[in-house]
């Protein structure tokens, strides 16, 4: 007879850490989760500022171009941050309970997946408000859009959560890398205007072809599905190596923590 005790106590756990990231994250907030939406609002704003009224940026609809942007990125940015620190951030569960610890990773990743979820109707208002069309196809294209980034963030999120066990820099080098990465990811500028010799190096940069792929489907409803399928693909196989190296890890928690 089958026994499924263990997956409904790995989904009890889930669901547990599910709760407790969305009660600590905004822990004696006035506004609690809003901070998910007016984080990526207020930088949109300052940049629109800086760039269309300041140095008269041409951009055609400049604002709903960074929003669109913004939003995926701090998913991935939240995601790269609290989920590198989520077995350290979790020291005493890790020490008095045994358990799978890949559910730490992946409930940081899917709770800003969840916020990211609750911040997709304030994206379409801004979407209408700029007079966008809204398409049918956004039905499927949404859905699987989530799901590609959620695969491509896992194996990195697994595997760095478990490297900053051992070497506590990890999290400071994400924090340094990912501010590097905002300027060199096509956010806060579209891909059209980076010269052409340049391009090359924009094809290697996956979450770059992951935003522009969000901004494909709001503004014109389709995907460049090619990309996609390649990150997905490489993201499954990543998952594979990443999840036995986290395992291997996870023995050492106890002794290092």
């Excluded at 709760?19 to 907030?29: C, D, P, Q, T, V």
């Excluded at 629109?48 to 609809?61: D, H, P, S, Y």
């Excluded at 579209?190 to 979450?207: E, G, R, S």
């Excluded at 522009?212 to 399928?229: A, K």
Aim: hydrophobic letters at 60%.
């Amino acid at each position: 007879m089958l026994n499924l005790r263990p997956l409904i106590l790995k989904r009890d756990i889930l669901l547990l850490l599910l709760r407790k990231e969305f009660r600590l994250r905004y822990k004696g907030s006035a506004i609690g989760y809003l901070w998910a939406i007016l984080n990526p609002l207020c930088f949109a704003a300052v940049y629109f500022i800086a760039f269309k009224v300041i140095l008269r940026f041409g951009q055609e609809n400049y604002a709903i171009q960074l929003i669109v942007a913004l939003f995926p990125w701090m998913w991935i940015v939240n995601s790269l941050v609290q989920g590198t620190n989520s077995i350290r951030n979790n020291l005493s569960l890790v020490k008095k309970v045994s358990f799978n610890y890949v559910i730490l990773p992946l409930s940081n990743v899917l709770h800003d997946t969840i916020h990211f979820i609750f911040c997709l109707p304030i994206m379409m208002i801004f979407i209408w408000y700029a007079d966008y069309p809204f398409y049918l196809s956004w039905l499927w294209q949404i859905p699987f859009m989530i799901l590609i980034q959620i695969v491509f963030l896992l194996p990195i999120v697994i595997f760095l959560s478990s490297l900053n066990v051992f070497i506590r820099d990890i999290e400071y080098i994400i924090s340094l890398l990912l501010s590097m990465l905002f300027f060199l990811t096509p956010i806060i500028y579209p891909i059209t205007i980076v010269p052409a010799k340049y391009l090359i190096f924009y094809k290697f940069n996956l979450i770059a072809v992951l935003i522009e792929n969000w901004r494909l489907l709001f503004f014109e409803g389709t995907l460049d599905y090619g990309p996609i399928l390649f990150i997905f693909l490489i993201s499954l196989i990543s998952l594979l190596f990443t999840y036995k190296f986290f395992l291997k890890k996870a023995k050492l928690f106890g002794e290092v923590l």
